[in-house]
Nanobody, 128 residues
Framework: QVQLVESGGGLVQAGGSLRLSCAASGRTVSTYAMGWFRQAPGKEREFVAAIDWSGSSTYYTDSVKGRFTISRVYAKNTVYLQMNSLKPEDTAVYYC?????????????????????WGQGTQVTVSS
C-alpha cells in the first residue's frame, strides 16, 4: 500500500507562486508514474500534470503549461508541483496520485483510471 500526503497549499495573490509537495510512504514510488489533479467547487476533478517513473517525461494540461512544473526527488520519495504565475482560476483542491503502470504515452495519464493511490488533497486559493 502507498500512502500519499500533500502539503504546501494556501492562499496566494494572483501572480504569486506555491510549491506543492506529495510525500509517499508505505513503499517506494520510484517505479511509479505520479500525477497531480485538481478539483474546483462544483466541477469535476481534472488532470494537471504527470511525470513518469524515470522523471524524464512529463505532461501538462494546456492551461498550466509554462507556469507549472512537476518534478520528483527519489531520495525523499516525494513529488513536487511548482506553480508560478498563479491565476484565480487555479483555485482548487490539488490531489496527488500514484500509478504503478508504465504508459507508452504520457497522454494516457490524464484520466483517473491508471492511478491506484490518491492523497487527501491540499487547498490552493488564488485571490484576484
Amino acid at each position: 500500500q502507498v500512502q500519499l500526503v500533500e502539503s504546501g497549499g494556501g492562499l496566494v495573490q494572483a501572480g504569486g507562486s506555491l510549491r506543492l509537495s506529495c510525500a509517499a510512504s508505505g513503499r517506494t514510488v520510484s517505479t511509479y508514474a505520479m500525477g497531480w489533479f485538481r478539483q474546483a467547487p462544483g466541477k469535476e476533478r481534472e488532470f494537471v500534470a504527470a511525470i513518469d517513473w524515470s522523471g524524464s517525461s512529463t505532461y501538462y494540461t494546456d492551461s498550466v503549461k509554462g507556469r507549472f512544473t512537476i518534478s520528483r526527488v527519489y531520495a525523499k520519495n516525494t513529488v513536487y508541483l511548482q506553480m508560478n504565475s498563479l491565476k484565480p482560476e487555479d483555485t482548487a483542491v490539488y490531489y496527488c496520485a500514484a500509478s504503478p503502470r508504465t504508459p507508452q504515452a504520457m497522454a494516457v495519464m490524464i484520466v483517473r483510471s491508471p492511478y491506484d493511490y490518491w492523497g487527501q488533497g491540499t487547498q490552493v486559493t488564488v485571490s484576484s
